[in-house]
């Protein structure tokens, strides 16, 4: 078998992701720091800031105006998808922990973007129950023993041509391995059945903790 060309050539070392963030530069959005400040402090698990670029890359590329995040934490990848949407889109997240959601509102308040993004108190499946109408993304960053639902009840409700954007699935590389961690083989089953569903186009961009990017047909 021919070794992949990335297999010689690692594209995420620690070297060349320090690399990268040095050429992104510092974002001039002090709200930014702030969210990313409190990760640090209190060991709160956001999309990072390398995957966030790639959420609103992803956004502009699809044209996005509505999308929805089953996991939004306080607010950290609503930002980079709120950046993209433009002034008439919108941002509906979702988290089950209280505290981040006050997190949010205390961090965001008087923020431009704020009217943007309406984060609401939930399980992201039952939120999204509660919205109507198709969005042009869907971010699951939640439970990963939910990854397959969640990815049922996003794909249902996403626009032709739309995309699901899914974070962890490289799992810190435990994946490429058998185990007997619930969460490993939870990750391992999704990542099978995503790349066996007729329904979507898939790829995972080696960003981050594994992105993968699968679009409905
Ligand atoms: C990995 S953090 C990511 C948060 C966010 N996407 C970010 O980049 O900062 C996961 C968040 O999802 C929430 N969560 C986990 N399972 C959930 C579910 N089924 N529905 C809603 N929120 C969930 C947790 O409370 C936590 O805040």
Redesign the pocket.
């Given at each position: 078998m021919a070794i992949p060309s990335n297999a010689l050539h690692p594209t995420n070392t620690p070297a060349i992701e320090a690399y990268l963030a040095e050429l992104a530069g510092e974002s001039t959005d002090p709200l930014l720091a702030r969210m990313e400040a409190h990760a640090a402090s209190t060991g709160f698990?956001?999309?990072g800031r390398a995957s966030g670029r790639w959420l609103a890359q992803l956004t502009r590329i699809a044209g996005g105006r509505r999308v929805f995040?089953?996991?939004?934490?306080y607010g950290?990848?609503a930002w980079f998808f709120a950046q993209a949407v433009g002034p008439e889109g919108e941002v509906i997240g979702?988290?089950?922990?209280p505290a981040?959601l006050q997190r949010h509102r205390d961090l965001w308040e008087g923020h431009p973007l704020a009217s943007r993004v309406d984060l609401r108190l939930g399980?992201?499946r039952a939120v999204l129950a509660s919205t109507s109408g198709a969005f042009d993304l869907v971010?699951i960053?939640?439970?990963k023993a939910?990854y397959e639902a969640d990815f049922e009840a996003a794909l249902d409700r996403l626009r032709p041509g739309g995309l699901v954007l899914v974070d962890n699935v490289l799992w810190g590389g435990r994946v490429t391995v058998p185990s007997a961690d619930p969460t490993t083989i939870a990750i391992q089953h999704f990542n099978t059945r995503l790349f066996a569903d007729t329904r979507i186009d898939v790829c995972v961009l080696p960003v981050g903790d594994g992105l993968a990017v699968a679009r409905k047909i």
């Open positions: 698990p956001t999309i995040e089953i996991g939004s934490g950290y990848s979702s988290d089950d922990n981040h399980r992201g971010l960053d939640s439970t939910e």
